[in-house]
């Protein structure tokens, strides 16, 4: 029996993969900023983790619809 690991095609750049990259320095940023004593930060790093919950649940995320208006397409 073997086990095949999920992997992303990393070969270009796709509208989904411009989300997770944004959404996880967006996540880094604010965890930084939080460590340097900007304390209201973490706020901003909630709004992210919500944002990405939406997104799975619903389908609707407004940086893909910004990031697809600047001419990327999807898988």
Known sequence: ???KIY??????WYLE????LVAGLLVVFSVLMSLAGYFNFQY???LIGVMLVNF????????AII??????RGK
Do not use: E, I, W
Not at 67 to 72: D, R
């Open 17 to 20: 993969r411009v989300v997770f």
């Open 1 to 3: 029996m073997s086990k």
């Open 67 to 72: 990031v697809a208006k600047l001419g990327m």
């Open 7 to 12: 992997r992303q095609n990393v070969d270009y």
């Open 56 to 63: 799975s649940l619903t389908g609707y995320c407004p940086l």
């Open 44 to 46: 901003f790093a909630l």
